[in-house]
């Protein structure tokens, strides 16, 4: 899976931290009831709310991979309008079709 240079820059510089961080994630995905496609898809959902082309881009790509399809990451964005505004959510959507169109070459 695709990582950021600097998400791997962080993680050999502060093993310790990142090792930490990655095992509080997991605790919290395996906390409760939901699977990971959906997890993934309200993890966008928050990625959107804070704007985070990062994030987006990032849940975008872990949602592919446990099952979503266009349509439904599309849907989890677009439910994002009402709440943090069409500026917002047109931007996330941008960032999406930059994952869908990368991971169709």
């Known amino acids: ?5 600097k998400y791997k820059t962080f993680k050999s510089s502060h093993p310790e931290i990142f090792n930490l961080y990655q095992e509080l994630a997991t605790k919290v ?11 993934n898809l ?14 987006v881009m990032s849940h975008t ?14 849907h989890a964005i677009l439910l994002a309008l009402s709440t943090t505004g069409f ?3 047109i931007a996330a959507l941008n960032w999406a079709n930059e ?3 990368t991971s169709q070459e």
Not at 42 to 55: Q, T
Request: proline residues 6%; negative net charge; without cysteine.
């Open 99 to 101: 994952v869908f169109e």
């Open 61 to 74: 790509r872990k949602a592919l991979a446990t099952g979503a399809s266009k349509a439904d990451i599309e």
């Open 1 to 5: 899976m695709y990582l950021p240079d």
């Open 29 to 39: 995905r395996e906390s409760g009831p939901l699977d990971e496609n959906t997890q």
């Open 42 to 55: 309200i993890k966008l959902g928050i990625a959107v709310g804070s704007n985070s082309r990062g994030a």
């Open 87 to 89: 500026p917002n959510m």
